[in-house]
């Protein structure tokens, strides 16, 4: 079971930075990708409180989820570089 889920949208140059470093990095994550519309993104805001991604979730980061693209590729450096 992978570690990390990421919540993302293909179309988001934010998101592709992340996928990019989780692929570099080799790191296990599952992908989901979530609605084009934000009012569509019920299931991303009960897990996060927020409506944006990309969002990396995972029982080991603190509060459980990270939100920014730099903080999730910082975070990802340094745990698997």
Known sequence: M????LY??????YSKRVRRVLDVLS????EIIV?????D????????????VPVL???????GHLADS????SYLKEQYN
């Open 70 to 73: 730099s903080e999730i590729a």
């Open 27 to 30: 790191v296990d994550h599952e």
């Open 57 to 63: 979730v995972s029982d080991d980061l603190p509060e």
């Open 2 to 5: 992978p570690e990390f889920t």
């Open 8 to 13: 993302d949208r293909p179309d988001c140059p």
């Open 41 to 52: 993104r019920d299931e991303l805001e009960s897990i996060t409180g927020q409506r944006g």
């Open 35 to 39: 609605p084009e519309s934000k009012p």
